[in-house]
């Protein structure tokens, strides 16, 4: 499985457009991009999932280079209720790539 | 159409005891995963079920079980409880491998 690097941390404030970004070196070919994002006590919720270029849905965006290494997960105009742990996976489609591990995800706090 | 569910949700055990923890999934979905969630290690893969069959298995001790009956129900199972055990159980269904994952709202497992 490839292993992905995201920010233990990241701040902004309401109405502002964060990126969280994630860097996955070893991609496979066949491997998808997918984004969970979780509240306190509760499970993680599918985000967004994509394969390259860009993928845009009504909660967020999703950017990938032509190289596939990297992805950025982008919310635009976020509000308090987007504080959260947001998680970068790679593997099958669906978010469902067998033996998949979240780690410890990006801790994203919004301000008022 | 009803989530996945959880129970019980809350769990005070003490060593060496065991510990039996249920997971209904969505209906339709053939698909159980299992999850252990701690503040140090982060969400980590524990097995999946599929069919009343384990398709696949993380990294952990044999102490940690499941399996899968033929409506879908799981249930989890540790034995020899350890403190480092205390964690959320997150269940997780989906339809299939490329499908996404829905998850339940967790276990809370508390060893004393």
Known sequence: ?112 | KAGVTQTPRYLIKTRGQQVTLSCSPISGHRSVSWYQQTPGQGLQFLFEYFSETQRNKGNFPGRFSGRQFSNSRSEMNVSTLELGDSALYLCASRWDRDYEQYFGPGTRLTVT
């Open chain 1, 1 to 112: 499985l490839a292993k992905t690097t995201q920010p233990i941390s990241m701040d902004s404030y309401e109405g502002q457009e964060v990126n969280i970004t994630c860097s996955h070196n070893n991609i496979a070919t066949n491997d998808y991009i997918t984004w969970y994002q979780q509240f306190p006590s509760q499970g993680p919720r599918f985000i967004i999932q994509g394969y390259k270029t860009k993928v845009t849905n009504e909660v967020a965006s999703l950017f990938i280079p032509a190289d596939r290494k990297s992805s950025t997960l982008s919310l635009p105009r976020v509000s308090l209720s987007d504080t959260a742990v947001y998680y970068c996976l790679v593997g099958a489609s669906g978010g469902g790539a067998d033996g998949l591990t979240f780690g410890k995800g990006t801790h994203l706090i919004i301000q008022p």
